[in-house]
């Protein structure tokens, strides 16, 4: 397993998806899948910049490690806010009226239809997301 | 990442160039530009030939453009969609927002 831990700032952008990208690079990932795991990590990461921590600096630790038995990639987006869990609420409605009324959602969309699973736990005060994705 | 863009001028027609990625980090640029042509311009067409990825971020600054060209009854097109954005724009129900040509 590779853990990269990046601060959890917008300019920090470019480190996280960099990360997920050389590692899914190495490993002979498609250039499609790989730009669909760069997305969700993007997603993620800008979450976990957004809203993770409110009143000040944080951090958020990226574990990402390789699985047989189908061929997949494990990353897991960790971070010491809040209890968060973003796949709580409902699909984003993607009805035209919605689609121009309101803000937010489609990043968590993105993510569920993109990746093969991802899921959530809250662990010793930390949110983990994780995500996988087939080769 | 980074992210470039070329305009092309055909009278009241805008075409806008777009090569690269556009995600959290430049997305608010993209927004500025595009609402900025949606003045400038009776239609806009977003030529995506070259245009690898959005984001949600990016699909923020679409729906600007698209509104602002709805207030003033104008179009917004789009054309060399390639796959990987295509995609972007079908999961989210984007594809409505633009004329394909």
């Known amino acids: 397993m590779e853990k990269r831990i990046i601060p959890a700032r917008l300019e920090c952008l470019d480190d996280a998806t960099g ?8 490993a002979g990932f498609s250039e499609e899948k790989i730009l669909q795991v760069h997305l969700a990590a993007e997603e993620i990461f800008v979450n976990i910049v957004s809203y993770a921590y409110p009143s000040g600096e944080g951090e ?23 209890p968060f869990d973003p796949l709580a609420r409902e699909d984003a409605d993607i009805s ?7 803000e937010g959602g489609l990043g968590i ?3 569920k239809k993109l990746m093969d699973n991802v899921s959530y736990r809250y ?3 930390k949110n983990e997301l994780t995500i996988e994705k087939r080769k | 990442m980074s992210m470039k863009m070329n305009l092309i ?12 990625y556009i995600d959290a980090g430049n997305a608010g640029e993209v927004d500025k530009t595009l609402v900025d042509l949606t003045h400038q311009f009776e239609s806009l067409v977003l030529d995506m030939e070259k245009l690898e990825y959005v984001s949600s971020a990016g699909l923020r ?32 129900g984007f594809t409505r927002l633009f004329k394909f040509i």
């Open chain 1, 109 to 111: 969309l993105l993510i």
């Open chain 1, 60 to 82: 958020a630790e990226l574990r990402c490690e390789l699985l047989q038995t189908p061929d997949r990639v494990r990353i897991t987006f960790v971070d010491s806010g809040e």
């Open chain 1, 96 to 102: 035209e009226e919605a689609l121009l009324g309101r």
């Open chain 1, 19 to 26: 990360f997920v990208e050389q590692i899914l690079e190495r």
């Open chain 1, 123 to 125: 662990v010793n005060g």
């Open chain 2, 9 to 20: 001028k055909h009278g009241a027609e805008g075409e806008l160039q777009m090569i690269g």
């Open chain 2, 61 to 92: 600054a679409f729906r600007h453009a698209y509104m602002a060209m709805r207030q003033k009854h104008g179009v917004l097109a789009a054309k060399n969609v390639g796959r990987s954005v295509m995609e972007v724009l079908e999961i989210t």
